[in-house]
């Protein structure tokens, strides 16, 4: 019997631009036919959920979990943020849930195929920020690691800096478990707690790294006959403020910076800083460069209900423009 399968993402009215992309990218491909898309509503307008009810099976408005409330200083959309972990809860029936962030769209559909079938018998199957082309090996080295000691130092303390500043990022953007998943609740629980330490912008995804590495003994990342972590490889959630894809214009397809030029599964367009400047130039692979902005069809979906990217995104999140 063929598993039962659900896209999980979220957007609110501001962000509807790039869910329709996501959605789009993922029902232009006739391998999708037999899987539903699920959605938490973030303040999604009445025309915006009208367009989106042609495509996807449910749209819930995740609460305030973990006790807090509206009061408690965190911005709206990080209701979706912190019911990441619940995803299973609020759209139950699902053998596997793939969950994709609304800014990352499906260039090839065996990127999502790769994910699924790693689910099938793992417990989680997720992308390492690591590639041969990402900034934060060359140029943006300190940063990045900065990075990563801030997010352990804020969420979980000095101990966890010790212990994990020099792992790579497991990107929470994309991700693949099946319903019963012991990451679930590890990841729920680790959410709990870090909380009451603070409420830094990658909350959910230090509390997911470390419901993989604090249990090395549960979860055996080499041994294919046990329940194990599969690390995907950077083509399946290409980070796009980690380094800009080239363009193969002989293929019509965003590839990897260097030879073979590999074709990227998934375009995860997540740097703040090209959001902001809406688009910039992309190299290609004869040596030329094009002005892009990274979005499924160029941003172009040809619907019944248009949509523009916001000329200023709101810094909900509250980065102040860094990189990581």
Wanted: charged fraction near 25%; glycine fraction near 6%.
């Amino acid at each position: 019997m063929a598993n039962k399968i659900a896209i999980a993402s979220a957007s609110s009215a501001e962000y509807f631009h790039f869910i329709q992309g996501m959605v789009l990218s993922v029902r232009d491909k006739p391998q999708s036919k037999d899987i539903d898309i699920c959605l938490y509503d973030l303040g999604l307008t009445d025309e915006q959920k009208t367009w989106l009810g042609g495509y996807v099976s449910q749209i819930v408005a995740p609460k305030w979990e973990y006790g807090l409330t509206e009061t408690d200083g965190m911005r709206d959309p990080f209701r979706a943020i912190l019911a990441k972990p619940l995803i299973p809860r609020y759209f139950p029936g699902y053998d596997i849930y793939l969950h994709l962030d609304a800014d990352a769209w499906v260039q090839e559909w065996w990127a999502i195929e790769a994910y699924l079938k790693a689910a099938e018998t793992a417990a989680l199957a997720i992308t390492p920020e690591i590639h041969r082309a990402y900034t934060a090996n060359y140029t943006a080295s300190h940063e990045f690691r900065e990075f990563i000691v801030e997010l352990y130092r804020g969420t979980w303390g000095e101990d966890y800096v010790k212990k994990y500043s020099y792992y790579p990022i497991l990107n929470a953007g994309v991700f693949a478990m099946p319903k019963d998943s012991p990451i679930w609740e590890l990841w729920r629980k680790n959410i709990e707690v870090s909380l009451q330490k603070s409420h830094h912008h990658c909350i959910e995804q230090a509390a997911l790294n470390l419901a993989v590495f604090e249990h090395p003994d549960q979860f055996h990342f080499a041994e294919p006959d046990r329940k194990n972590i599969q690390f995907l490889p950077a083509t399946c959630n290409w980070l796009c403020h980690q380094s800009m894809p080239l363009l193969d214009r002989s293929k019509d397809r965003l590839v990897e910076p260097y030879l073979p030029y590999s074709p990227i599964g998934v375009i995860h367009r997540s740097s703040d800083d090209f959001k902001d400047k809406k688009a910039g130039t992309v190299y290609t692979t004869d040596g030329d460069s094009a002005l892009m902005n990274l979005k499924y069809r160029e941003g172009s979906y040809e619907t019944t209900v248009q949509s523009v990217e916001p000329e200023q995104l709101s810094d909900w999140q509250g980065r102040g423009g860094k990189k990581f």
